[in-house]
């Protein structure tokens, strides 16, 4: 489990987040939404020790402001928002990166799945310099997923971290990711990420945290969420909330008149 109480971040002279507490449940997919420049980054920051924060945040028990990262890593991986490669590796040894970072025995041909399950089978030698920025992020979807090779080990449940993990990718490929995310979840893992995509975090999470100004706005599921007041307030813009059947809300957003195309 991700418990968090009462976690503020100051980072310059600037308070970026103040008393944000919630439970995020292995086995479930936990996404932080909210405008740009909410905070959204900083948390996920602060929740892998990336940053100083006062309050408490425990992960499976541990105290991440405490806890050594070579720990953390046996049962937590982390896709940051931009990922700066500073060798010239290919994509096998990016996803080995995350081999070495991870606990338990690994099968020779793993990078090579990890790689055809983010539908870059073949992939290995290239370079990664040379890849889209679409191929490139999912490179290092494969690399956390080398790490977290097992939602559930003997010591617990592993988690995924993720900031933004479908920004860079087409349609297709952000469904893929997001059925990645559900299938480590329903395996009994714990997914935290953060998500611009307001209509797919209705289709992927559980549990939805909205921040504003370094502040948690609203939590709950996708059906509280994902309606137009908290979203108005957090958002600023008028949104359209509609829903279907089968998926839940979803909600476009509302043009001012005569702004749209004819
Ligand atoms: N190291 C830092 N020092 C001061 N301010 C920062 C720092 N990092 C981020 N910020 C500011 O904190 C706010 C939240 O940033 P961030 O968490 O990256 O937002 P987002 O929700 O878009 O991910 C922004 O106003 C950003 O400019
Ligand atoms: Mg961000």
Redesign the pocket.
């Known amino acids: 489990m991700l418990q968090v109480e009462t976690l503020s971040v100051t980072l310059s002279g600037r308070q970026l987040l103040s008393g944000i507490s919630f439970t995020a449940h292995p086995g479930q997919v936990t996404a932080i939404i909210g405008p740009?420049g909410s905070g959204?980054?900083?948390l996920?920051r602060a929740l892998t020790a990336e940053h100083r924060y006062t309050g408490r945040a425990t992960l499976n028990g541990h105290d991440i402001a405490v806890t050594r990262p070579s720990v953390m890593a046996g049962f937590r991986a982390v896709l940051a928002?931009d990922t700066q490669v500073a060798f010239p590796f290919t994509a096998e040894e990016i996803v080995r990166l995350g081999l070495e970072a991870g606990r338990g025995a690994v099968a020779a041909d793993l990078p090579a799945r990890m790689l055809a399950k983010v539908d870059l089978a073949g992939y290995g030698p290239r370079p990664y310099h040379r890849l889209s920025g679409g191929e490139q992020a999912r490179v290092q979807l494969a690399r956390i997923l080398a790490q977290a090779r097992q939602p559930v080990s003997e010591s617990g449940p592993s988690w995924l971290f993720l900031?933004?993990p479908v920004a860079s990718l087409d349609i297709g490929h952000q469904l893929m990711v997001m059925r990645l995310a559900r299938d480590f979840a329903e395996a009994g893992g714990g997914v935290v990420a953060?998500m611009h995509d307001l209509n797919l975090t209705t289709m992927m999470a559980d549990h939805l945290l909205l921040l504003q100004s370094g502040r948690l706005l609203a939590q709950g599921r996708a059906t509280e969420i994902i309606a137009d007041g908290p979203l108005r307030s957090a958002f600023g813009c008028r949104l359209r909330v509609n829903s279907l059947p089968a998926q839940g809300p979803w909600l476009l957003p509302q043009a001012e008149e005569g702004f749209a195309a004819p």
């Open positions: 740009n959204k980054t900083t996920l928002q900031d933004e953060v």
